[in-house]
């Protein structure tokens, strides 16, 4: 008579981190209230006291690539049903909302939902999850899925044929995506939709791009081409995690210094909210700063 399973999870209800831990930042950019970044791994900051902290770190620990976030089984039982795709913000040409689910295969990249009444878009995507493609066709499913580079792909072939919905990434990246619908060619702006652009920020790949949702106060969806560093307060734009050539990103870069825009989205690191004029500032920093470097 075969014996029952051995319960490994933790006996309390506090939150651990593992050893499966990649460091990829998806707890600590989701719940920046629980988790931070360690010496190579993500550590628990602070154990989430009361119902509405738990929620969020369970999230998190849903969110993680790796299951590399352990709390006991009772407490996890309790992790939301419909969590996620998480709303961001707002903006008159849509809803954002942040998809969970992180891919280990995009180390654990964010994917990103735009909730639109002519169609949602998602922006890169997470590992294929049944409950939250339930979620997502429940919110009116999906008429696109924009790569930024082929570093995110991920589970895209899973999340397209179960949508019946194009994909677009860029010629330089294509050999990532074989299979897509359509491919973005050259540098110039597209205009995918109305208030949705298609910006070719060629440098961490050659075919990095980038989508700008709305006219003004513009949300910026960056991929790996630039993310905020929260501890330092500054844009970064990475020669370290840049896998094509530095010195074309750059120049991706002065091109979107003078946008308007309210929020950065990117695929790693932080996202975040600037006043108006902010933007510029934070971009014209980090060149001053990478000229100096150089």
Same mark, same amino acid.
């Given at each position: 008579?075969?014996?029952? !399973? &051995?319960?490994?999870?933790?006996?309390?209800?506090?939150?651990?981190?593992?050893?499966?831990?990649?460091?990829?930042?998806?707890?600590?950019?989701?719940? !920046?209230?629980?988790? @931070?970044?360690?010496?190579?791994?993500?550590?628990? @900051?602070?154990?989430?006291?009361?119902?509405?902290?738990?929620?969020?770190?369970?999230?998190?620990?849903?969110?993680?690539?790796? $299951?590399? /976030?352990?709390?006991?089984?009772?407490?996890?039982?309790?992790?939301?049903?419909?969590?996620?795709?998480?709303?961001?913000?707002?903006?008159?040409?849509?809803?954002?909302?942040?998809?969970?689910?992180?891919?280990?295969?995009?180390?654990?990249?964010?994917?990103?939902?735009?909730?639109?009444?002519?169609?949602?878009?998602?922006?890169?995507?997470?590992?294929?999850?049944?409950?939250?493609?339930?979620? &997502?066709? @429940?919110?009116?499913?999906?008429?696109?899925?924009?790569?930024?580079?082929?570093?995110?792909?991920?589970?895209?072939?899973?999340? @397209?044929?179960?949508?019946?919905?194009?994909?677009? /990434?860029?010629?330089?990246?294509?050999? $990532?995506? !074989?299979?897509?619908?359509?491919?973005?060619?050259?540098?110039?702006?597209?205009?995918?939709?109305?208030? /949705?652009?298609?910006?070719?920020? !060629?440098?961490?790949?050659?075919?990095?791009?980038?989508?700008?949702?709305?006219?003004?106060?513009?949300?910026?969806?960056?991929?790996?081409?630039?993310?905020?560093?929260?501890?330092?307060?500054?844009?970064?734009?990475?020669?370290?995690?840049?896998?094509?050539?530095?010195?074309?990103?750059?120049?991706?870069?002065?091109?979107?210094?003078?946008?308007?825009?309210?929020?950065?989205?990117?695929?790693?690191?932080?996202?975040?909210?600037?006043?108006?004029?902010?933007?510029?500032?934070?971009?014209?920093?980090?060149?001053?700063? /990478?000229? $100096?470097?150089?």
């Amino acid at each position: 008579m075969k014996g029952s !399973p &051995i319960d490994r999870s933790p006996a309390s209800d506090e939150f651990r981190i593992n050893e499966r831990c990649i460091d990829c930042g998806t707890c600590w950019t989701f719940d !920046p209230d629980h988790f @931070a970044a360690g010496s190579g791994t993500a550590v628990v @900051a602070h154990q989430p006291i009361g119902a509405s902290s738990q929620r969020q770190a369970l999230l998190a620990l849903q969110a993680c690539p790796v $299951a590399a /976030i352990e709390t006991s089984r009772t407490l996890q039982r309790t992790t939301p049903a419909e969590g996620f795709p998480s709303w961001i913000c707002s903006h008159a040409a849509g809803e954002v909302f942040y998809c969970g689910w992180a891919s280990q295969r995009s180390f654990g990249a964010r994917s990103w939902l735009i909730q639109r009444a002519d169609g949602n878009v998602m922006v890169d995507v997470p590992r294929w999850s049944a409950p939250l493609a339930r979620r &997502i066709q @429940a919110m009116g499913g999906l008429a696109q899925i924009v790569l930024t580079h082929r570093d995110d792909v991920a589970d895209h072939q899973r999340w @397209a044929q179960a949508f019946a919905c194009e994909r677009w /990434i860029h010629r330089g990246d294509a050999d $990532a995506a !074989p299979s897509a619908e359509q491919v973005l060619e050259g540098q110039e702006p597209l205009e995918l939709a109305p208030q /949705i652009e298609l910006l070719p920020t !060629p440098g961490h790949t050659p075919g990095s791009l980038c989508l700008l949702l709305g006219d003004q106060r513009r949300v910026l969806f960056s991929g790996d081409h630039v993310w905020w560093n929260r501890d330092q307060d500054v844009l970064v734009c990475s020669e370290r995690y840049c896998w094509w050539d530095f010195n074309v990103q750059i120049r991706s870069l002065q091109r979107l210094q003078r946008l308007d825009v309210a929020w950065l989205l990117p695929g790693h690191g932080h996202r975040q909210h600037f006043q108006p004029g902010l933007w510029t500032e934070a971009v014209k920093q980090t060149l001053t700063w /990478i000229q $100096a470097q150089h």
